[in-house]
T-cell receptor, first 112, second 115 residues
C-alpha cells in the first residue's frame, strides 16, 4: 500500500498564482522528498527535507514538514505554464535499509 | 553513464510470454529501485537493491516477477507468463546510497503493453 497520499488529486490554476500541494504519510520517516513527473515517464527530484527540518526553500519552491501531523506541503509560487506536471511526495522509510515510498500524486495544470 | 538508462523504452508482448526489462543505473550508485506505474496512478514499489542484494522484495506482485542485479550495476526485471494486468510503465531509479537520504535519479521507464 502507498505510504503517502497527496491532496488534492488534481489542481487547476492560472499562471502567476501559487499552487499548494499536501502530502500525508503513515509511518515515521527519515526524510521526505518531492518529485515532478511530466508525461507519465521519468521523475525529476525537486527537493529533500530531513525529518529534523521544518522548512526548506529552493527557487520558487517551498516545502514544509510537520512530523507531529505526519504531513508535508509543497508550495510553488508565481506558477508558470511549464509547471504543469504531476507532483509526488516520497518518504524515506527505514526498514533496516531505507526504502523510498511514493504517494499517489497531484496533477497540476497551470493555464496561461 | 550520464543518467539512468532503461531498455527497451516500449515493449508490446503477447499474453503468456516472458519479458525482460533492463536498467543501467548511474555509475557508482549502490541503491537501485524498481517501481510500476499504471496509467494515471502513483508509483507502486516493487523491489530495491543495495549493491547486488535485495533486502526488500515485498513489493513484487507475484512469483511471476523476479529481479536481479549484477556487478553492483545493471539490473533486470523479469516477468514470466505476462498477463494483461501487467501492462504499465516500469520505472527504475538509482541513488548514491539508501542510508543517507540521497535523491533518486529515474530512468524514462519501459512502457509494457500485454495484448
Amino acid at each position: 500500500s502507498q505510504q503517502g497520499e497527496e491532496d488534492p488529486q488534481a489542481l487547476s490554476i492560472q499562471e502567476g498564482e501559487n499552487a499548494t500541494m499536501n502530502c500525508s504519510y503513515k509511518t515515521s520517516i527519515n526524510n521526505l522528498q518531492w518529485y515532478r513527473q511530466n508525461s507519465g515517464r521519468g521523475l525529476v527530484h525537486l527537493i529533500l527535507i530531513r525529518s529534523n527540518e521544518r522548512e526548506k526553500h529552493s527557487g520558487r519552491l517551498r516545502v514544509t514538514l510537520d512530523t507531529s501531523k505526519k504531513s508535508s506541503s509543497l508550495l510553488i509560487t508565481a506558477s508558470r505554464a511549464a509547471d504543469t506536471a504531476s507532483y509526488f511526495c516520497a518518504t524515506g522509510v527505514n526498514t533496516g535499509f531505507q526504502k523510498l515510498v511514493f504517494g499517489t500524486g497531484t496533477r497540476l495544470l497551470v493555464s496561461p | 553513464g550520464a543518467g539512468v538508462s532503461q531498455s527497451p523504452s516500449n515493449k508490446v508482448t503477447e499474453k503468456g510470454k516472458d519479458v525482460e526489462l533492463r536498467c543501467d543505473p548511474i555509475s557508482g550508485h549502490t541503491a537501485l529501485y524498481w517501481y510500476r506505474q499504471r496509467l494515471g496512478q502513483g508509483l507502486e514499489f516493487l523491489i530495491y537493491f543495495q549493491g547486488n542484494s535485495a533486502p526488500d522484495k515485498s513489493g513484487l506482485p507475484s512469483d511471476r516477477f523476479s529481479a536481479e542485479r549484477t556487478g553492483e550495476s545493471v539490473s533486470t526485471l523479469t516477468i514470466q507468463r505476462t498477463q494483461q494486468e501487467d501492462s504499465a510503465v516500469y520505472l527504475c531509479a538509482s541513488s548514491l546510497d539508501n542510508l543517507g537520504a540521497s535523491e533518486a535519479f529515474f530512468g524514462q521507464g519501459t512502457r509494457l503493453t500485454v495484448v
